[in-house]
């Protein structure tokens, strides 16, 4: 069977287009820096982003240890959400690998980091602290709702950490997201940061890879410990070239997956048994939970629906995260609210 697939935007297969591109790639061995694809991907997306410089990694986690293991020295402290995917699921690498210190902060409603609680988990110094040297921001934030955080918050943040002697990270995996969804550009979203790391193999349909950004200086470093943690890779042109085409073409249509996003939501609000969280969704994600009314539990919901063709992830007992991407169309929109509808019957 043929599932409509809302467990994430990561289940997005390459399009036509892009297996094209792949099988027809010039490559090199990319350690060599001989890759032309990769170098072109790597000028292309350093550009987009209003950055020096550019490095092709294979995936967001590693883009983000990587960018952290550049910024900080070990016993060094981390200012981070507590809600991040950087702090929640990366499995710990900051600590395991770089013997980084995170400092959650708690992530408000609109996932920003209070900036106030920012001021106050900067350490003083004092030969009993850590050393504060980094703060990391995620945007569009995930588990807050695929909520976009505004440029003027992000300058704030970016002043903040200016004015402190820190570092700013951003965990763009969805900032082509977040660009959209303002109405502005990546550019302008992301120059308070030192260094950015976005996601090509998300909403942008690329099957592997993530790109990592920043100054040259940074970016130099960045390669030495990608080598360094085994991501150093061959012919790397092969993905490199579907990553083009999510610079040059997926940017362009995210707006789609958010209207489609928008009307799933509609029409699942007018299900009984269904609670869509208020303001949801702001990007590609929509939240909803099981009213009381319904007697079965999430995983019982997720097993009806794949019996329906619906593929759903159920964040905890009575909780959903549906994420719309590439390859759901109108009809899959129609098809989903019908499959809730049968469901919960
Ligand atoms: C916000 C955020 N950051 C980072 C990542 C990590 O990306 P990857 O799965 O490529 O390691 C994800 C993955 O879902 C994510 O949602």
Redesign the pocket.
């Known amino acids: 069977m043929e599932y409509i697939d809302l467990r994430?935007d990561?289940v997005t297969k390459p399009t036509p287009e892009m297996r094209e591109a792949m099988a027809e790639a010039e490559v090199g061995d990319d350690v060599y820096r001989d890759d032309p694809t990769v170098n072109k991907l790597e000028e292309f997306a350093a550009e987009m982003l209003g950055k020096d410089a550019a490095l092709f990694v294979?995936?967001?986690?590693?883009?983000?240890l990587i960018a952290l293991l550049v910024h900080c020295q070990r016993g060094e402290e981390v200012i981070i959400g507590n809600q991040?995917?950087?702090y929640l699921?990366?499995a710990g690498g900051m600590s395991a690998l770089g013997g980084i210190q995170p400092c959650p902060v708690q992530n408000q409603s609109d996932g920003t980091l209070a900036l106030n609680d920012i001021l106050a988990s900067i350490r003083t110094e004092d030969v009993h602290h850590p050393v504060t040297r980094l703060i990391c921001l995620?945007n569009?934030?995930?588990i807050c709702g695929g909520v976009p955080l505004t440029p003027e918050y992000t300058r704030q943040v970016g002043d903040l950490a200016q004015r402190n002697n820190l570092f700013l990270h951003i965990?763009g995996?969805?900032i082509f997201n977040a660009s959209v969804a303002q109405n502005v550009s990546v550019k302008e979203l992301v120059s308070p940061a030192d260094s950015v790391?976005f996601?090509l193999?998300?909403g942008l349909a690329a099957p592997i890879g993530?790109m990592l950004v920043g100054t040259g200086k940074f970016i130099a470093r960045a390669r030495h410990i990608r080598k360094m943690l085994g991501g150093g890779m061959r012919q790397a042109g092969i993905v490199a070239a579907a990553g083009i085409i999510s610079l040059e073409k997926m940017t362009k249509r995210l707006a789609e997956d958010h209207s489609r996003a928008k009307k799933m939501a509609d029409g699942l609000k007018q299900i009984e048994g269904l609670i869509v969280d208020a303001g949801s969704p702001h990007t590609n994600m929509i939240y909803l939970n099981l009213s009381e009314a319904v007697s079965i539990d999430a995983q019982q919901v997720t097993k009806k629906m794949k019996s329906l063709g619906v593929l759903v992830d159920p964040e905890n007992a009575r909780r959903f995260r549906l994420v719309t991407h590439y390859w759901i169309d109108d009809k899959a929109v129609e098809k989903t609210i019908s499959a809730f509808q049968n469901a919960l019957n």
């Not at 294979?58 to 983000?64: A, D, Q, V």
């Open positions: 994430s990561t294979p995936s967001g986690t590693m883009g983000n991040s995917h950087i699921n990366e995620e569009t934030q995930n965990d995996a969805r790391m996601c193999s998300k993530s």
